[in-house]
């Protein structure tokens, strides 16, 4: 008894160091894919093949662990993106669909890691000029184990289009979407300040924004931006170093009818989870006839998990 007593303590010995200094890098993504339907809707039509299977291949580039879709068109487009990501290698089984009062387009996220809770938000509402709106694609929010011991929280948003509309501003509009989605960051904050927590999506504005401010917010509570920075496909397989600075490619977003570009999508980080945040592993996919997949541009960061 005491020699197999000794044996298993030195295995333990030996081992448990490893245990200790054990870490787990994952990365997390954002993709609009500009109305990503599988089959004809009445109020949508049919992505085509080559835009679909653009969607896929970038999305196969990347390799994400955790992948934030904005602009899936229902369950079942959603259900085949996943199946035919998991027929070409990636398989990323836990999925959370999200629908706000807007129908035709859907919150999707997909996950190598289990999701332990579901807190979707479909009914928040806002008033401008007396009058009442909703947030009309709502927001997800899950929570993901990388591991027993490692969670982080996901909230993944679409806000307002730049698109004008009749019955207010699209400014307005789109800063108090910001306000509501602030307001859920708040009570995660307020609750555990040290909470991991992830925010992405198409926000439909740009860094100097007052929507980007009301947002990112202010004080301890302050979110960081990640500014994924371009890379190509080629560059990130081969992990070569981003060309960093203040004028490195950032832009997320090609509008067409104003030929411009801008960035409007982000991966932005509570303070908690900025600490596992990789400083520098944060991207822009820039790849070879990009615009069959979708006006926007996937973006990605990395983080290791103590």
Request: glycine content about 6%; aromatic content about 10%.
């Given at each position: 008894m005491?020699t197999?007593?000794?044996?298993?303590?030195?295995?333990?010995?030996a081992?448990?160091?490893?245990?200790?200094?054990?870490?787990?890098?994952?990365?997390?993504?954002?993709?609009?894919?500009?109305?990503?339907y599988?089959?004809?809707?009445?109020?949508?039509?049919?992505?085509?093949?080559?835009?679909?299977?653009?969607?896929?291949?970038?999305i196969?580039?990347?390799?994400?662990?955790?992948?934030?879709?904005?602009?899936?068109?229902?369950?079942?487009s959603?259900?085949?993106?996943?199946?035919?990501?998991?027929?070409?290698?990636?398989?990323?089984?836990?999925?959370?669909?999200?629908?706000?009062?807007?129908?035709?387009?859907?919150?999707?996220?997909?996950?190598?890691?289990?999701?332990?809770?579901?807190?979707?938000?479909?009914?928040l509402?806002?008033?401008i000029?007396g009058?009442?709106?909703?947030?009309?694609?709502?927001?997800?929010?899950?929570?993901?184990a990388?591991?027993?011991?490692?969670?982080?929280?996901l909230?993944?948003a679409?806000?307002?289009?730049?698109?004008?509309?009749a019955?207010?501003d699209?400014?307005e509009?789109?800063e108090?979407?910001?306000?509501?989605?602030?307001?859920i960051?708040?009570?995660?904050?307020?609750?555990?300040?040290?909470?991991?927590?992830?925010?992405c999506?198409?926000?439909?504005?740009?860094p100097?924004?007052?929507?980007?401010?009301?947002?990112?917010g202010s004080?301890?509570?302050?979110?960081?931006?990640?500014?994924?920075?371009?890379?190509?496909?080629?560059?990130?397989?081969?992990?070569?170093?981003?060309?960093s600075?203040?004028?490195?490619?950032?832009?997320?977003?090609?509008y067409?009818?104003?030929?411009?570009?801008?960035?409007?999508?982000?991966?932005?980080?509570?303070?908690?989870?900025?600490a596992?945040?990789?400083?520098?592993?944060?991207?822009?996919?820039?790849?070879?006839d990009?615009?069959?997949?979708?006006?926007?541009?996937?973006?990605?960061?990395?983080?290791?998990?103590?």
């Open positions: 005491t197999h007593f000794c044996w298993l303590f030195c295995i333990f010995t081992f448990f160091p490893l245990v200790l200094g054990a870490e787990t890098a994952f990365w997390v993504a954002s993709f609009n894919l500009e109305n990503f599988t089959h004809p809707s009445p109020t949508r039509p049919l992505k085509p093949q080559k835009s679909r299977l653009k969607v896929q291949e970038s196969l580039t990347l390799q994400p662990d955790v992948l934030a879709v904005q602009e899936i068109g229902d369950a079942q959603f259900s085949d993106l996943q199946s035919s990501l998991k027929f070409n290698g990636l398989h990323l089984p836990h999925a959370e669909l999200v629908r706000g009062s807007d129908t035709n387009i859907c919150l999707g996220i997909l996950s190598r890691f289990p999701i332990t809770a579901r807190r979707p938000h479909t009914n509402h806002f008033f000029d009058h009442r709106f909703r947030m009309a694609r709502g927001v997800a929010e899950v929570d993901l990388v591991s027993p011991t490692y969670r982080f929280i909230l993944n679409h806000l307002k289009s730049k698109r004008p509309i019955e207010a699209e400014a509009i789109r108090q979407e910001a306000r509501q989605l602030r307001r960051i708040d009570r995660i904050l307020t609750h555990k300040p040290g909470a991991n927590v992830v925010v999506g198409d926000f439909n504005d740009t100097d924004s007052l929507t980007l401010r009301s947002l990112l004080g301890a509570g302050r979110l960081i931006d990640t500014r994924p920075e371009e890379m190509s496909g080629l560059d990130f397989l081969n992990r070569r170093p981003k060309a600075g203040s004028r490195a490619t950032t832009w997320t977003h090609f067409s009818k104003s030929d411009v570009y801008s960035r409007f999508d982000y991966i932005l980080l509570s303070p908690g989870m900025a596992e945040w990789s400083h520098g592993d944060a991207l822009v996919l820039n790849s070879l990009w615009g069959l997949a979708s006006d926007h541009r996937p973006i990605m960061a990395r983080f290791i998990a103590p």
